[in-house]
């Protein structure tokens, strides 16, 4: 508590208190006591801002006192503790606690850190934390809490074991093809960083198979180019740290083309085919057998034929298309994914010819079903098939007293054992015979029928309905399905929507008149469509006719409507869900701001069978935007639109934070509105300010979203300050927006004579000039006009333009200055002027303009490592990155540049374009030690050198023989003939 005591003339009349000029008033915690003559301010829990000068005014004098505030000694209730991460990423908390609710600065090895996606701070009343998030072996560090003048320190240790994570397809045996290269990546977790070593069958890879391995900071690659047989097997990577070891197997087949299948086998041959039957190769070459050719020849021909256009996936095959008694042989070739195999051993040659002979007779032939143009005719088959299935029955007729026989099936195929013989004569006397037939041809005929006299009789029939036509409308027109439909006794007509039975409704009308079945819908939609089926019967029997009805309509889309205008806050998902229409089904595009909308981390979009959704995950403003769904087909589309709006707390004010003005106790700043305001208004700027002789932020004031400047009061002189703003909407506080230098408040003047504004300064001079950047320096004016100088205002001008642009305001006790955002090749003046407490003086001008430009220099070296990627007993290829720096000047090429290893002098190879950045170096010689090297140039010279390190070259391998190339001619007995054979290899060698 704190109270201002003092005396006045009258024990009755009042008095009024002030603060900072503001007349105060009583609150539960300032309180007016009046004691006769006395007349108290009481204070209660008296804060830090609280100290300040207070003034009692009585009728026409007034008295002021200054209110000093000793804060309270502060110290730590709980420090934080080490803590050990075993696991990346992850996340860890730092938690302390202080003795008293005040500000806290978190440091990580002496460096302050900033709250974002890495750090966070969560400060609750004296209990602060330090979350942080997605650990990595970087983040590794002393962590330390400073409050006032006291600071505790705690440690982050990163142990983290291997840990890998292997694709799903070398989790299984890996199937590689002969001749390719084998690419063998894992990736892997680990603090430090841990080793990968890669072992075969338990032994390092031999170098003679040119293994390659790639290693990242959590990935390693093993490739090795041109794999064989040979190089099948368990390939293992180990990865060490300190902290531990695993162990991870992948196992490699190496496959090729299969072999041969064995020598098919023959059976069921006849003089138009043979079936063939073999065994699958021995050696499926690694990879499953897909399919068999099988191909057929001539003996006495040379060329093979193939017989299946597509592979047969079973070892048998029948094979049809052959000529009669003659001659043929056959083989198989089996494949794999890889490709065709050798061919089998041919089979013996086989002759296309029939086991078979013709049938015996069939029983003697009944009648029945007579009528006066037809008699229906049935038999028994034959006892004797000839050794072969029947395939056809002749059927024959003739009258009683005739002779001669008559087809009643010339054209027509009969395996039943009935037939109906029609256009017959009435009331006449016919007899019948059938002969039996298979592949061997036609056998004796039956014996003939019993005679029978055709005779009219009365007739029902069946019924018989006409084709239905398959429709296709656009949604909301009629239908209408129209077929004849006849039978004895007249059919009873029913109409059917797949199997369910169709009502006569409003939405179907049905008749049946003079033999016509309709079936109408006044008006079809999407859900009409489907199988309809009209289905006609009487005692006789039931037929059936069916037809599909397609509806095809323009999308149409259904959706919330509350979603047309949304706002979302930041940080949340959003579904927008959309049920579509249409046939044809119709595509689908979404866009944002008319820009097709792409899948990102944070944006899915779902496409499903008449369904769509767009979800937006942990918004941000960058999502607010126009969404549209277009969904067309050949008869239109359809739009959605959603207005969707993001909202959170704005960006920081736009800067720069500018001081306009500098007195004693005042300085007045300026800043410009945020370019976000979060997707809501503005409700106030706040203002804090920091004296850079402490650590800690006071709150300055509050202010209306209209107030841009403010003049900050009551501070003290010649003292240092920072301030920074921040911008509020309903969401949040923005970011602030801080001044880079601090500002100092002027000195009292003293009481000296007719002082006056100060002379120019002089020799305003431009001594370093970068692409984006000037450094101007100047001296002090000749005369200060009898008042100290206080600050230095610089400004610039486009030689252009005759308008001046303020840059900054330089303290007094600074003659330089450094003007940023320059723009390339722009030609500026610059001019300095001197501030006293009397005025501004004239300005000092730069002489000449000063254009931005980009420094001339030697380019930086390239970037590293020097990698070897290819080397053999006389060769090794090189390959570079570019350096991160080019002098400013394009590069004009690469000097590369080797030497042996004892040797001192360098050998140039080759000056290369700058586009190149790989090289092989030729004619070194086997089992040598060497070191490579290279430069980057540009037309102010040379860099410094890139420098591998020791490179041996292998030993020199022999050359296994071979044949090249061969080819295959008939030549004639006693002729002679002269060969060329070529060859490589380091000796010849036998055969």
């Not at 009692?56 to 803590?83: G, M, Q």
């Not at 041959?269 to 065994?279: A, D, G, P, Y």
């Not at 050798?342 to 086989?350: F, G, L, M």
């Not at 056998?443 to 296709?472: F, M, Y």
């Amino acid at each position: 508590m704190a109270t201002l005591e003092c005396t006045v003339s009258s024990p009755t009349k009042p008095v009024k208190w002030f603060c900072d000029n503001k007349e105060l008033k009583p609150t539960d915690r300032v309180k007016f006591v009046s004691d006769g003559p006395v007349r108290k301010l009481v204070i209660s829990e008296v804060h830090l801002t609280d100290e300040k000068p207070y003034t009692c005014v009585f009728e026409t004098a007034r008295t002021t006192a200054n209110l000093f505030v000793e804060e309270e000694p502060v110290r730590f209730t709980n420090k934080p503790e080490d803590y050990t991460v075993t696991e990346i990423p992850s996340t860890a908390t730092f938690e302390c606690e202080i003795s008293k609710d005040v500000p806290i600065t978190w440091m990580k090895d002496g460096k302050p850190i900033q709250p974002g996606d890495k750090f966070q701070f969560i400060d609750d009343g004296p209990i602060h934390l330090l979350d942080i998030f997605d650990i990595n072996g970087s983040d590794e560090g002393d962590y330390t809490v400073t409050v006032k003048d006291l600071t505790a320190t705690a440690t982050l240790f990163v142990k983290v074991p291997p840990k890998y994570t292997l694709e799903e397809r070398y989790r299984t045996t890996l199937i590689i093809h002969k001749n390719t290269t084998m690419l063998l990546p894992v990736t892997f977790s680990g603090w430090p960083t841990p080793k990968p070593t890669w072992t075969f069958s338990k032994k390092p890879i031999p170098q003679s198979r040119k293994p390659k391995q790639e290693d990242t900071d959590s990935m390693t690659i093993l490739s090795i180019p041109h794999v064989d047989k040979p190089d099948s097997g368990p390939y293992t990577l180990t990865l060490e740290n300190i902290h531990g070891k695993t162990v991870v197997t992948i196992d490699v087949v190496v496959a090729d083309v299969p072999g041969p299948p064995s020598t098919p086998k023959v059976s069921d041959v006849t003089r138009e085919s043979v079936i063939l039957l073999w065994n699958p190769p021995a050696d499926d070459g690694g990879s499953p057998v897909t399919g068999y050719t099988v191909e057929r020849k001539q003996p006495d021909k040379p060329k093979w034929t193939k017989v299946n256009k597509e592979p047969v996936e079973e070892p048998t095959l029948k094979v049809s298309d052959l000529i009669k008694d003659h001659d043929y042989e056959f083989r198989v070739i089996a494949e794999n994914k890889f490709g065709l195999g050798e061919p089998s051993k041919p089979t013996k040659p086989v002759k296309a010819t029939d086991p078979y002979k013709p049938p015996g007779p069939p029983s003697k032939p009944e009648c029945s079903e007579i009528y006066e143009n037809s008699i229906t005719v049935t038999w028994k088959p034959p006892k004797e098939d000839g050794g072969a299935p029947v395939n056809n029955y002749i059927v024959e007729y003739r009258l009683a007293e005739v002779s001669g026989w008559t087809k009643a099936n010339p054209d027509t195929p009969l395996v039943d054992l009935t037939f109906p013989v029609t256009s017959l004569i009435e009331d006449q006397e016919y007899v019948f015979r059938v002969t039996a037939e298979n592949v061997a041809g036609p056998g004796k005929p039956s014996l003939p029928s019993q005679p029978e006299k055709t005779k009219k009789r009365i007739v029902k029939e069946p019924p018989t309905i006409e084709d239905l036509p398959n429709l296709t409308v656009l949604s909301g027109s009629p239908v209408k399905y129209t077929c004849k439909v006849t039978g004895m006794p007249e059919p009873t007509v029913k109409w059917f929507r797949y199997d369910k039975e169709i009502v006569e409704s409003r939405k179907y009308t049905t008749t049946y008149k003079n033999q016509t079945a309709t079936l109408t819908i006044p008006v079809a939609y999407l859900d009409d469509k489907g199988e309809y089926n009209c289905v006609a019967s009487n005692e006789v029997g039931t037929v059936k006719s069916t037809a599909t009805l397609e509806i095809e309509a323009a999308p149409s889309l259904e959706y919330d409507d509350k979603l047309s205008d949304a706002k979302v806050k930041v940080s949340t998902t959003l579904k927008i869900p959309i049920k579509y229409t249409g046939f044809p089904q119709p595509t689908l595009e979404w866009t944002r701001n008319d820009k097709p909308l792409k899948a990102t981390d944070r944006i899915t979009i779902e496409l499903q069978e008449y369904f769509t959704i767009v979800t937006l995950k942990e918004t941000t403003t960058e999502e607010t935007g126009i969404y549209k769904l277009v969904a067309t087909n050949k008869h239109g589309s359809k739009t959605a639109t959603f207005n969707i709006r993001v909202m959170g707390p704005p960006e920081k004010p736009t800067g720069p934070l500018t001081v306009t003005d500098v007195q004693r106790t005042t300085i007045l700043i300026e800043w410009k509105p945020p370019v976000d305001n979060g997707g809501s208004k503005l409700i106030s700027y706040i203002i804090e300010m920091q004296e850079t002789t402490s650590t800690i932020w006071n709150r300055v004031e509050k202010l209306l979203p209209n107030i841009t400047t403010y003049n900050i009061r009551t501070l003290k002189e010649e003292t240092r300050y920072f301030f920074r703003v921040f911008a509020e909407n309903k969401y949040g506080l923005s970011e602030p927006l801080e001044m880079p230098e601090p500002v100092c408040t002027l000195k009292k003047p003293e009481d000296k004579p007719s002082a006056t504004k100060p002379l120019p300064p002089r020799d305003v001079q431009v001594p370093e000039v970068t692409d984006t950047s000037a450094t101007i320096t100047w001296t002090p004016p000749e005369s200060d006009g009898g008042s100290e100088i206080t600050v230095y205002i610089v400004e610039k001008r486009v030689t252009t333009k005759k308008k001046w642009t303020k840059v900054t305001t330089v303290d007094s006790h600074k003659l330089t200055c450094t003007a940023t955002k320059l723009l390339l090749d722009e030609d500026y003046f610059f001019r300095i002027s001197a501030q006293n407490i009397v005025g501004i003086s004239e300005p000092a001008e730069t002489e000449s303009p000063v254009t931005p430009k980009r420094k001339r220099e030697k380019p930086g070296t390239p970037e590293p490592p020097l990698r070897i990627i290819d080397i053999s007993y006389e060769s090794v290829r090189l390959e570079w990155n570019p350096p991160k720096s080019d002098g400013g000047l394009p590069l004009t090429s690469y000097h590369v540049e080797y030497r042996e290893i004892s040797e001192e002098k360098w050998t140039t190879i080759e000056k290369v374009k700058p586009s190149i950045r790989t090289y092989t170096v030729q004619k070194l010689r086997p089992q040598h030690e060497y070191y490579f090297r290279v430069f980057a140039e540009n037309v102010e010279g040379l860099s410094a050198p890139l420098t591998s390190d020791i490179v041996k070259t292998p030993k020199e391998e022999k050359a296994e023989p071979f044949i090249s190339s061969y080819t295959v001619h008939s030549i004639v007995q006693h002729d002679e003939y002269f060969f060329n054979l070529t060859y490589a290899s380091d000796e010849l060698e036998e055969y």
